[in-house]
């Protein structure tokens, strides 16, 4: 269950690889025993807070497939980032800043509930930008790196030079920025910032260590933002509205579980991509209809 990432700095490797709903965790063993994002599964959970006894967990964003098991550490300070403070571990709020008010929301928080785990827990404090968490010999600077949320963070060892780069995950889907917060523009900065870093070592909340051809996968990464707009561009070929763009799943591919949250992720991110092809000009709206120029 635990891989060494460097000395006193383990991967927790979430249930199902790591893939969504479920996410890697990371457990450092310093002077501070402490626990980063616990969406990795109960039963792995249940086994970390036994056996090793967490001093702190601290989570990278609020998403809940990395926050869903703090409940099982309640006593443990819990530590997240200042710009998600307030919402942080309760799901009422959650699936209202996530999704909309009302029957969306409610889907949201049953299947977050079912698939999951998740409990509601607030959190103790709260950290921000430029931060230094030292747990011992291990010292970590905390990356405010927004797009993906509004409180999405990095965290980057600098005597190793290893970025923990959570939902910055270089999957091969792409970003994601489905919540009526994310922003494209933001996302493709914090990637900048962070490849700037020159990390030797990526731990992606999703994929895990990544250790070669790093620059390569950031740009590989961001280039995907850019074919979804050819995408979305060549599908405006005629007069398109939103609802038959979603059913296109152009980003997504296909909706396999829960298709009403997928859908409403896709048209979040596709009218994301209608804002930017419209403000450069290549796309026209007219009565909620949408065309290439």
């Known amino acids: 269950m635990l891989i060494q990432i460097a000395p006193s700095i383990y991967l927790v490797e979430g249930e199902g690889e790591g893939r969504f709903p479920f996410s890697h965790s990371i457990l450092i063993r310093d002077k501070i025993t402490a626990l ?7 039963r792995r959970l249940e086994r970390i807070r036994e056996q090793y006894r967490p001093d702190l967990v601290l989570n990278s964003h609020t998403h809940p497939d990395h926050t869903a098991g703090n409940w099982l550490f309640d006593g443990v300070p819990l530590v997240v ?40 827990l607030r959190p103790t404090r709260a950290y921000e ?37 959570f939902d910055i995950d270089l999957a091969s889907f792409g970003p994601w920025y489905g919540c009526p917060e994310s922003d494209i523009g933001q996302f493709e900065a914090s990637v900048r910032r962070v490849q700037a870093l020159r990390p030797r070592l ?16 950031f740009e590989a990464y961001l280039s995907i933002i850019p074919r979804r707009d ?13 609802e038959e ?49």
Request: net charge neutral; aromatic share 10%.
């Open 129 to 165: 930008n430029g931060d230094h968490m030292r747990f011992g010999a291990v010292e970590l600077v905390a990356v405010h790196t927004p797009g993906h949320d509004t409180d999405h963070y990095c965290l980057f060892e600098p005597r190793r030079k290893i970025l923990f780069s």
């Open 81 to 120: 980032p200042r710009e998600g403070f307030g919402t942080s571990g309760q799901l009422l709020k959650l699936s209202e800043r996530f999704t909309e008010p009302g029957e969306l929301a409610e889907r949201w928080r049953s299947f977050v509930r079912e698939t999951m785990g998740f409990r509601d």
């Open 245 to 293: 763009i979603v059913d296109q799943a152009l980003i997504y591919g296909s909706y396999p579980y829960a298709p009403e949250l997928l859908r409403y992720w896709e048209g979040q991110m596709v009218q994301k991509h209608l804002r930017r092809l419209m403000d450069r000009g290549l796309v026209r709206e007219s009565d909620g209809a949408y065309i290439r120029v």
């Open 202 to 217: 990526v731990v992606s909340s999703h994929l895990g260590i990544i250790s070669d051809r790093i620059d390569e996968r």
């Open 230 to 242: 050819e995408q979305i561009l060549r599908f405006l070929s005629q007069e398109r509205r939103l």
């Open 36 to 42: 980063v994002d616990t969406g990795c599964g109960v």
